[in-house]
C-alpha cells in the first residue's frame, strides 16, 4: 500500500520569505499523481499543484514550486514571497494513474504560519 | 455556486440520533468519495462511488451508510454513532475517465457525537 509522510506537523515563515514543505512517499508504481492541497480555516481543500511522475521537469503554479525527486521519492513544496493568506494546512497526497478510481492518499499535514 | 456543496456545515446529534450528510456536486463528475479527517491524522477514505455504483467500502463500520442516488449527489447516513466518530466528513468528486484529472472539496460537515 502506499504511504505519504510529510515530517513537519508545523512550520511559520515571515511575510514575503521562502519556506519548502517536505513530503515523502513510498510506493511500487512508476506511473502516479502527487499533489499538493491546501486547507485554510475554511475548511475546503484547494489543489494548489500536480505533478506527473513521469514528468522530470517539476511543476510551478506561480509562487508555488515542486522539487520533485522520483528516485527518492520526495516531492516538496517551496512557497516563494509568502503571503498572509498562505496561512492553512498542507496536505502531500498521492494517487495511483491507472485504476477504475483515482482515490487520493494524504499525510497527515503540515500547518503553516505566515508571519507578518 | 461552488463545485462541491455539503450540508450541513455543522452538526451535533446524540449516540441514538439518525441523521445524514448531504453532498452535491455541480461539475459534471462521474465519482464522488467520502474522507474522514480526524485531527492529527492523515485523511481517511471511507468510500467511493463510481458511476453510481460503489466500488470501495474500506472497512467503515455499518453505523456509517452511503447512498448515491444519482452521479450528482452522495448522502452518508449516520446512526448509533459513537462520540470517537467526531470529525470532519469530506466528500469529494472527480472524472476517473480522464487521466489528468483532480479530486474537488466540498467544505465539510463537522460532526461532533454526544
Known amino acids: 500500500a502506499q504511504t505519504v509522510t510529510q515530517s513537519q506537523p508545523e512550520m511559520s515563515v515571515q511575510e514575503a520569505e521562502t519556506v519548502t514543505l517536505s513530503c515523502t512517499y513510498d510506493?511500487?508504481?512508476?506511473?502516479?499523481?502527487l499533489f499538493w492541497y491546501k486547507q485554510p480555516p475554511s475548511r475546503q481543500m484547494i489543489l494548489v499543484i500536480r505533478?506527473?511522475?513521469?514528468?522530470?521537469q517539476n511543476a510551478t503554479e506561480n509562487r508555488f514550486s515542486v522539487n520533485f525527486q522520483k528516485a527518492a521519492k520526495s516531492f516538496s513544496l517551496k512557497i516563494s514571497d509568502s503571503q498572509l493568506g498562505d496561512a492553512a494546512m498542507y496536505f502531500c497526497a498521492y494517487r495511483d494513474s491507472g485504476g477504475s478510481n483515482y482515490k487520493l492518499t494524504f499525510g497527515k499535514g503540515t500547518l503553516l504560519t505566515v508571519n507578518p | 455556486e461552488t463545485g462541491v456543496t455539503q450540508t450541513p456545515r455543522h452538526l451535533v446529534m446524540g449516540m441514538t440520533n439518525k441523521k445524514s450528510l448531504k453532498c452535491e456536486q455541480h461539475?459534471?463528475?462521474?465519482?464522488m468519495y467520502w474522507y474522514k479527517q480526524s485531527a492529527k491524522k492523515p485523511l481517511e477514505l471511507m468510500f467511493v462511488y463510481n458511476f453510481k455504483e460503489q466500488t470501495e467500502n474500506n472497512s467503515v463500520p455499518s453505523r456509517f451508510s452511503p447512498e448515491c442516488p444519482n452521479s450528482s449527489h452522495l448522502f452518508l447516513h449516520l446512526h448509533t454513532l459513537q462520540p470517537e466518530d467526531s470529525a470532519l466528513y469530506l466528500c469529494?468528486?472527480?472524472?476517473?475517465?480522464?487521466?489528468?484529472?483532480?479530486?474537488?472539496f466540498g467544505q465539510g460537515t463537522r460532526l461532533t457525537v454526544v
Open positions: 505533478q506527473e511522475a513521469y514528468k522530470q
Open positions: 469529494a468528486s472527480s472524472q476517473v475517465d480522464r487521466r489528468n484529472t483532480e479530486a474537488f
Open positions: 461539475l459534471g463528475h462521474n465519482a
Open positions: 510506493t511500487s508504481e512508476s506511473d502516479y499523481y
